[in-house]
């Protein structure tokens, strides 16, 4: 029977010990973490992320800051602000939405958060620290998506060695943080992207697959291999004909249908991997917290 990865379910776990964990803290220091959210502009999917992540922000007991700012607000602007974020002492994570508008440098917005107060784990520094450390451990700031993804993994198998994993996409987000944290698994880790040759057959040797190239239904049940654990990143809107009526559906980058018939373990869309990378944003801002301490 193929294992259906519960992101949903996992999240509310997560989540409850987050809780637990806040709970302690504010009886020991009197204080709650704070997130300072960031929106530029009104990118319908950003404002969906933006309210999922301050609602259950908020649900754990952490305080939110949030500024939704003009779309056209200028790069000068948006740095001061961030300026002032980072001087805040009730504030211990912030989180700059992404994407932002053409007139902004992203990477110089994400390189100049206070790399202590980094929710995203976005920030050179601690990508490095993450690169460099050889372990996992309790005070780095991880990004969000990934560390979710490994989650997910774990929760089918602890331990990852000596598995091939393919990782389709290469952005700062997803793909090369997934890398890192693999790596550390002891995986054997290929990183797919747009110009990679043969990526069928490459596919079909991975033991772990993490689709994360936002084009719907791109990968194919013929390219998992037999009992291979599929975890899918993607969120697509996509129109589909059912019953001669056009409909509005989310899939991933995964053909689930057909995925689902090879693989061992495979998470949906939506429900999967979506309510991990908030949980693990709570995460992240509950560590900056302590680190802070
Ligand atoms: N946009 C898409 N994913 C993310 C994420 O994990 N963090 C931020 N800040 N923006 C995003």
Known sequence: MTKIINGKKLAIKLKESIKNEITNLKKKYKRSPGLAVVQV????ASSI???????SAREVG????DSHLKKNISEKKLL???SKLNKNKKIDGILVQLPLPKQIDEQKILNYINPEKDADGFHPINVGKLSISNKINNNLLIPCTPYGCLLMLKSVKENLAGKNAIILGRSNIVGKPMAQLLIKES?????????????PIICQNADIVIAAIGKPEKVKGKWIK???????????????????EIKNKIVGDVNYKEAQ?????????????????????LRNTTTAFKNSL
């Open 62 to 65: 952490i305080r939110i800051f």
């Open 261 to 281: 018939k090879k693989a061992r373990a495979i998470s949906p869309v939506p429900g999967g991997v979506g309510p991990m990378t908030i949980a693990c944003l």
């Open 41 to 44: 502009g009104n990118i319908a």
């Open 226 to 244: 037999k009992n291979a654990i599929v975890i899918d990143v993607g969120i697509n809107r996509i129109q589909k004909k059912i019953n001669n």
């Open 187 to 199: 995986c054997t880790v290929t990183i797919a992207h747009s110009k990679t040759k043969n990526l």
């Open 80 to 82: 001061n602000i961030i």
């Open 49 to 55: 992320y933006v309210k999922a992540k301050t609602k």
